[in-house]
């Protein structure tokens, strides 16, 4: 059984830095894709951004593109989002996801069949 654990989320001033670390248990092979997601309240959960694992690629949403880092450790079987210059915007529960299988890579819930718990995240300006 797969399960994702999430952790690192707090409270800062904007234009802090925070760093998410997900670690990842009850994989028997490396994961192709997993990705980081967020959900405000009132809001619909969105992709932050996503890698494929084999390919070593990995994908940003536009709000976070040049200020947010994902990366991931198979060592450790832990995934990181390194987030700088935080915004009262990105206050949010972020979630961990990994894709079943070779799904379908993609910044799109729908395809992650696996989800953490969630961890808070809180920007204050």
């Known amino acids: 059984q797969v399960v994702l654990v999430e952790s690192g989320g707090g409270s800062v001033q904007a234009g802090g830095s925070l760093r998410l670390s997900c670690a990842y248990f009850?994989?028997?092979?490396?994961?192709?894709?997993m990705a980081w997601f967020r959900q405000a309240p009132g809001k619909e959960r969105e992709a932050v951004a996503r890698i494929a694992v084999g390919a070593g690629s990995i994908e940003y949403s536009e709000p976070v593109k040049g200020r947010f880092t994902m990366s991931q450790d198979s060592a450790k079987a832990t995934l990181y989002l390194q987030m700088n210059s935080l915004k009262p915007e990105d206050t949010a529960m972020y979630y961990c996801?990994?894709?079943?299988?070779?799904?379908?890579?993609?910044?799109?819930?729908?395809?992650?069949?696996?989800w953490g718990q969630g961890t808070q995240v809180t920007v204050s300006s």
């Open positions: 009850g994989y028997t092979y490396i994961p192709h894709c």
């Open positions: 996801a990994a894709v079943r299988g070779s799904g379908i890579c993609a910044m799109h819930s729908h395809y992650y069949a696996y």
